[in-house]
């Protein structure tokens, strides 16, 4: 079993940046890891996902250049740090773990911390 919980969320001036973080707990060094997002009145999106040895990754077009994804299997965390943040990225971020590949409905899922990009 795989517990996933996420931090690093807030309230972050649109240029602003954030890092958030999710420890997992169980094995998940052979898992592919991954960022959702959610905002109100909208649907759920794939925003980043990385492999189990961290030499693979994707970014949605909407975050590219701006998001990366990253990962340390010592300390079973992922991280995701955001720049050049703009009021469009506010939304309920998720980490996601399943294995092999991060599909779009993942084997497991955190809790969702809330980022706010204020204008």
């Known amino acids: 079993q795989v517990q996933l919980v996420e931090s690093g969320g807030g309230l972050v001036m649109a240029g602003g940046s954030l890092r958030l973080s999710c420890a997992a707990s169980g094995r998940t060094s052979t898992y592919a890891m991954g960022w959702f997002r959610q905002a109100p009145g909208k649907e759920r999106e794939l925003v980043a996902t990385?492999?189990?040895?961290?030499?693979?990754?994707y970014y949605a077009d909407s975050v590219k250049g701006r998001f990366t994804i990253s990962r340390d299997n010592a300390k079973n965390t992922v991280y995701l740090q955001m720049n050049s943040l703009k009021p469009e990225d506010t939304a309920v971020y998720y980490c996601?773990?399943?294995?092999?590949?991060?599909?779009?409905?993942?084997?497991?899922w955190g809790q969702g911390t809330q980022v706010t990009v204020s204008s």
């Open positions: 996601a773990a399943e294995r092999f590949v991060v599909t779009a409905s993942p084997e497991y």
């Open positions: 990385l492999n189990w040895a961290g030499t693979g990754s």
